[in-house]
């Protein structure tokens, strides 16, 4: 898999996703963000080359080797949760590596536009996505824009996606949100994910917010 061509700069700017008290802010308090954001990006890589080879058995036996020294390595600096990086709301895919990534384009009160490219570390077969990937989609960037813009610190409630048409990898596709209603402690939104003007998936969600204490 080539490169990715995204520019460094990604890793420190400020994304339109503003923490409040439900994600701690440390793109300041931790050193290290622009290394650990690229790093992150060289992991989901890693994933999408990995699920996209077959290689020796000489190869496999010498990055399997890699990969638990890696291992090892890493959790040699494990961490309590609100210490962890993957808690940056201003990183790709909020700094985790298994979520699926994706760039905001237009952020408004009640509706956002986003953009999102699956890979192959999401092939489900014959080009398309595997289909428990686009609820997870919907799941992370619904919930996150309802705690930026609704309610902050919500949970999924219910989360309703409808399968329309194939959803390809490789691909640019566009994802829109729009929070259709807020009562109470009650968010309901709708999402849908775009090829063009074809509609491959469509979500509806409730969210509610958390009340003092809860997990």
Not at 70 to 99: I, K, M, Q, S, W
Request: net charge negative; charged share 25%.
């Amino acid at each position: 898999m080539p490169k990715s061509t995204v520019p460094s700069e990604q890793y420190v700017t400020t994304s339109p996703y503003q923490p409040g008290e439900w994600a701690r802010d440390v793109a300041e308090e931790m050193p290290g963000s622009r290394e650990f954001g690229e790093l992150v990006e060289t992991f989901r890589e890693l994933q999408s080359a990995l699920c996209a080879a077959a290689p020796s058995v000489e190869l496999m036996a010498q990055l399997n080797r890699e990969f638990r020294d890696a291992t090892e390595r890493l959790t040699e600096f494990r961490v309590p949760e609100l210490e962890r990086y993957p808690r940056r709301p201003d990183l790709t895919g909020r700094g985790h590596p298994v979520l699926i990534p994706y760039t905001v384009q237009e952020l408004r009160d009640r509706d956002m536009v986003a953009v999102v490219e699956f890979t192959d570390a999401q092939l489900g077969g014959n080009g398309a996505v595997h289909g428990g990937t686009i609820p997870l989609l919907f799941d992370d960037l619904l919930g996150i824009f309802v705690s930026i813009k609704g309610q902050p610190g919500s949970r999924t409630a219910f989360l309703k996606v409808n399968y329309r048409k194939i959803t390809p990898i490789h691909r640019k596709l566009r994802v829109e949100a729009s929070i259709d209603r807020i009562d109470g402690r009650k968010t309901w939104i709708t999402g849908r994910l775009l090829d063009g003007d074809e509609l491959l998936a469509d979500a509806e969600a409730l969210f509610l917010r958390l009340l003092p204490g809860q997990p």
